[in-house]
């Protein structure tokens, strides 16, 4: 069964939450600094292995000091659902130990 889109009011209210994520359009969005892109990179395969563990995935950009996530549910016609901002909150949870900014 596919997840359930979440109201605007419903996101909103999870996202104060998560400091750095954002509403985007029909996504949600978080930027991270590092301070090399060796600590990018890390914080990038840590995600990766998040991503698996949930089935879910995320449009995830390196770039030199940064980590560039961008999801919402493919399943759900592209709305921000309950698996989006699981995915948020567990990334969030990791990326200080990678030096996060």
């Known amino acids: 069964m596919p997840a359930e ?10 996202l ?10 029909d996504r949600i969005t978080r930027r991270y600094r590092f301070p090399s892109h060796f600590a990018a990179a890390g914080l990038t395969v840590h995600v990766a292995q ?9 449009d995830l ?14 399943d ?6 309950e698996n989006d901002l699981e995915l948020a909150a567990r990334v969030e949870a990791i990326a200080a130990g990678h030096g996060a900014a």
């Open 5 to 14: 889109p979440l109201s605007q009011k419903e996101i909103e209210d999870r």
């Open 16 to 25: 104060r939450e998560l400091p750095g994520w954002a509403l985007e359009g």
């Open 50 to 58: 998040i991503q698996e563990e949930l089935n879910h995935h995320s």
């Open 61 to 74: 950009t390196l770039g030199y000091n940064t980590v560039s996530l961008s999801v919402n549910t493919h």
């Open 76 to 81: 759900a016609g592209g709305a921000v659902t």
